[in-house]
């Protein structure tokens, strides 16, 4: 698989290695098939932090790392820990969407609920890997949950 980072502008994190390492905590029955990643600043017609492209030969998504903070876009990127909680939460959401499209059994009005819940478990075995977030987990938890509560995050 190959990530394309198109993001334009300094970040304080790589990017393609972050994703990469996100990888670690997805099974290969999930990814089969799946043969690109797209990474840029925005959706310019949308507001949603990511995007599934079910193409029957190159299956792909793309990840729009400003949009994760709108409209303080450039908040979230400049702090790396929530910066990469989101990148990973929409990574593995659209990873959720990629398996459902392998796995044909799943009813089309479950599509978004299961992606967000194949997400969610991800996202918790991933940050728990970060040992500073052990230490400190129930606050930047409750932080995550406040942030997607009070809308810094725009849900697909």
């Known amino acids: 698989m190959r990530i394309t980072?198109?993001?334009k502008g300094w970040r304080p994190i790589n990017l393609e290695k972050a994703v990469g390492n996100m990888f670690k905590f997805v099974p290969s029955e999930y990814t089969r098939g799946l043969r690109k990643i797209y990474i840029y600043n925005r959706d310019p017609e949308k507001k949603m932090p990511?995007?599934?492209?079910?193409?029957?030969?190159?299956?792909?998504?793309?990840?729009?790392?400003?949009?994760?903070f709108h409209p303080y876009p450039k908040l979230g990127i400049l702090i790396p820990c929530?910066?990469?909680a989101y990148i990973a939460e929409t990574l593995y959401h659209e990873i959720g969407h990629h398996y459902q499209q392998l796995n044909k059994q799943i009813k089309k009005k479950y599509l978004e609920t299961y992606a967000e819940k194949f997400s969610q478990k991800l996202v918790k075995k991933y940050l728990n890997s970060f040992l500073f977030i052990k230490v400190l987990y129930s606050p930047f938890l409750l932080w995550f949950k406040l942030s997607k509560l009070i809308g810094i995050k725009n849900k697909k």
């Open 5 to 7: 980072n198109n993001y």
């Open 82 to 84: 929530p910066g990469k």
């Open 50 to 68: 990511g995007r599934y492209l079910p193409d029957k030969i190159s299956p792909s998504f793309e990840i729009f790392v400003d949009n994760f």
